[in-house]
């Protein structure tokens, strides 16, 4: 597709579900990032992929979070026994490389947890 | 605790009033993105800065990146209501080329 398209755009889940958001980026994006926003804040890192590999996991808040992207194209971000303060959009962004590109963010994945 | 303050964080203005948002930070940045959010869309990047002391105009938007990369400024002339969003700043630190580092952001509405 033309952007980075992410699905599913809203997802109600119980507290302790698992959840899982995926992400295609933009064709031939060797970066790929995930962002969590909360309300009324600016998006903060969660993860980076360049290609196949995770570079850089920093921004997970637990070990409930967990990301992959095994053939460099198509991410997944999963949530186990999802939290109240897990409620969130879920931003992904990708870019051809990882400095002196345009970073292109998809719509993002609304999260509540009930 | 923000590593990027934005001021203000909301702002409400008429149509034809012109107006700043600073981003300021006590890090240095290699680079500096301001970015317009609306409701129910990701970011769309509007400029980058790179240079200290660097302006750059986007018809009625004029950004800054401070002298000593510390901080930066988006000035709008006579706002529109098509100018209404969430303004972002994001940067970029020295120690790394790819996480960017978002401000909290500054909600404007520009009421016709």
């Known amino acids: 597709g033309a952007g980075v398209s992410q699905s599913p755009r809203y997802k109600v889940a119980k507290r302790g579900q698992d959840v899982a958001l995926r992400c295609d980026p933009i064709s031939g994006h060797v970066s790929l990032f995930w962002y969590q926003q909360a309300l009324g804040q600016g998006p903060e890192f969660l993860t980076y992929f360049q290609n196949e590999a995770q570079l850089d996991k920093s921004g997970l808040p637990s070990d409930r979070f967990f990301a992959e992207r095994p053939e460099g194209s198509v991410s997944t971000l999963k949530i186990q026994r999802t939290q109240q303060e897990d409620s969130a959009v879920y931003l992904c962004?990708?870019?051809?490389?990882?400095?002196?590109?345009?970073?292109?963010f998809g719509e993002g994945s609304w999260l509540t947890v009930v | 605790t923000q590593l990027l303050e934005q001021s203000p964080q909301f702002l409400s203005i008429q149509e034809g009033e012109n107006l700043t948002v600073y981003c300021n930070s006590s890090s240095v940045f290699s680079s500096l993105q301001w970015y317009r959010q609306e409701p129910g869309e990701g970011p769309v990047l509007l400029v980058t800065?790179?240079?200290?002391?660097e302006v750059k105009k986007l018809k009625r938007l004029t950004f800054q990146f401070g002298d000593a990369r510390k901080d930066s400024s988006l000035h709008i002339t006579a706002a529109q209501p098509g100018d209404t969003g969430l303004y972002l700043c994001a940067g970029r630190r020295m120690d790394s080329s790819y996480k960017l580092i978002f401000g909290s952001g500054t909600r404007l509405l520009v009421r016709p």
């Open positions: 800065v790179v240079t200290g002391g």
């Open positions: 962004a990708s870019t051809a490389r990882d400095r002196g590109n345009t970073i292109y």
